[in-house]
Nanobody, 118 residues
């Protein structure tokens, strides 16, 4: 059974930092591209960042230079370090695991709330 469990969300003031974690089980971690997505009320879910098994990272333009995605294969965990947070970063953040070969598969976590407010 595949499980992705996010943690680390919460309330933070503008300009503050948070680190999200996503612990994966039930998958061969290194074979999956891991990603963080977010969804604000009334908006569609959007890509924040992804990282391949080879540690190639990509970012949405809105978070470049402020967020850093990383992964620890020994712990089957992917992280999202968020700095210089803005109110518009407020959303539920979701972890995703995806592979395309030999068979497409993707899995989502349950989400963790991040609120940026003074």
């Amino acid at each position: 059974q595949v499980q992705l469990v996010e943690s680390g969300g919460g309330l933070v003031q503008p300009g503050g930092s948070l680190r999200l974690s996503c612990a994966a089980s039930g998958i061969i971690f290194n074979r999956y591209t891991m990603g963080w997505y977010r969804q604000a009320p009334g908006n569609e879910r959007e890509l924040v960042a992804t990282i391949t098994g080879g540690d190639t990272a990509t970012y949405a333009d809105s978070v470049k230079g402020r967020f850093t995605i990383s992964r620890d294969s020994a712990k089957n965990t992917v992280y999202l370090q968020m700095r210089s947070l803005k109110p518009e970063d407020t959303a539920v953040y979701y972890c995703k695991a995806e592979r395309r070969f030999p068979v497409f598969a993707n899995y989502w976590g349950q989400g963790t709330q991040v609120t940026v407010s003074s």
